[in-house]
Structure formats: structure tokens, C-alpha cells
């Protein structure tokens, strides 16, 4: 009977171990994995031909990340790469969405004034004109006495003119 009693709890943990499912991966896990992908997209995204399919996978290995391990030092740093990655694939949605979670959920993060510049040029560029003025008007409530606050106190009333009266005003500026 004892015989049997720890034969059956023995094949009991053994079913118990095979239902547990895929393990998710570890923080080391996710690294590694994102550096094998990273340094040759980001080579790729320098000659600007980012794989559509290699972006995508970089952009959910960071996420994935930041879900996992929110207070690592590394979790702010990869959304604002997945940030960076998804506009420059012209997923801008993605992008705010992912800039905005590093500003709402890291205020310590070092390159946070870049979160702000670079979210306010890629809505200017994919000519959301509000939501950039939006972020320009973030970043100078923030940084008032950046080194780039200036430049962006000047890009503010050319967000309100139209593309016609845009090019003028840089003929202007040229001549």
C-alpha cells in the first residue's frame, strides 16, 4: 500500500510538472534575445531598411520586457527604443503610445527630455500638428531651459501654418 501510495503521488507531481505550460522567459532570457536582434536591425534602420517583420519582433521582445520587469533599469530604455523603432517603421500610434509610457511611468528616466523632442517631430512629420504641439508644449513645461527649447519655441507658430505658407516663410528665412 505505502508502495503504491508514493507511486501515485510520484506520477501525480510528474503531470503536475508536464501541465505547468511554457515557462515564461527570464529577464537574462529576454536581454539576449533582444541583443541578437537589435545590433543588426539597428544597422539596418541606419541604411533605412528596417525589415518589417524584424522590427516587429524587436518592438515585442521590448514590450515584453517592460511588461515583465517594469522597475528594471532597462524597462524605460526599451519602450523608448520601441518607441523609436515603431516610428521609424511609421506605426505612430504604437509610437505615442509607447513614448507616453515611458513619460507617464519613468519621470527618472535620463532620456526622457528625448521622449518628449522625439514624440513631437514624429507627430509634426506625420503632420498631427495638435498632438505634436502637444508634446513640444510637454517638453518646454518640463525642460524650459533645454538646450533645444529654444529651437522648439520657434517651430511652435509654423505648426499653425499651411504647407503653402510654411515653404514661403522658409524661402524667407533663406534668402
Avoid: W
Avoid at 539597428?42 to 525589415?51: F, G, I, L
Avoid at 514590450?63 to 511609421?90: C, E, K, N, W
Avoid at 526622457?112 to 522625439?118: F, S, T
Wanted: net charge negative.
Amino acid at each position: 500500500m505505502k508502495k503504491s501510495t508514493i507511486t501515485i503521488a510520484l506520477a501525480a507531481l510528474a503531470l503536475a510538472a508536464c501541465n505547468r505550460g511554457p515557462q515564461e522567459p527570464t529577464r537574462d532570457e529576454l536581454a539576449q534575445s533582444i541583443d541578437s536582434i537589435e545590433a543588426p536591425l539597428m544597422n539596418a534602420a541606419q541604411m533605412e531598411s528596417v525589415d518589417t517583420a524584424e522590427g516587429n519582433k524587436i518592438i515585442g521582445l521590448y514590450i515584453q520586457f517592460a511588461d515583465a520587469f517594469p522597475t528594471d533599469s532597462m524597462a524605460a530604455p526599451y519602450l523608448h527604443r520601441a518607441a523609436q523603432v515603431a516610428g521609424g517603421m511609421g506605426h505612430i500610434d504604437d509610437m505615442a503610445a509607447y513614448y507616453d509610457r515611458v513619460i507617464n511611468n519613468y519621470p527618472d528616466y535620463a532620456n526622457l527630455d528625448e521622449c518628449y523632442y522625439e514624440k513631437g517631430i514624429a507627430l509634426d512629420n506625420a503632420g498631427r500638428k495638435a498632438e505634436a504641439r502637444k508634446a513640444y508644449q510637454q517638453f518646454l513645461d518640463e525642460y524650459p531651459d533645454h538646450f533645444l527649447a529654444e529651437d522648439i519655441r520657434k517651430t511652435l507658430p509654423l505648426l499653425d501654418m499651411s504647407d503653402e505658407l510654411l515653404a514661403k516663410h522658409l524661402q524667407e528665412i533663406e534668402h
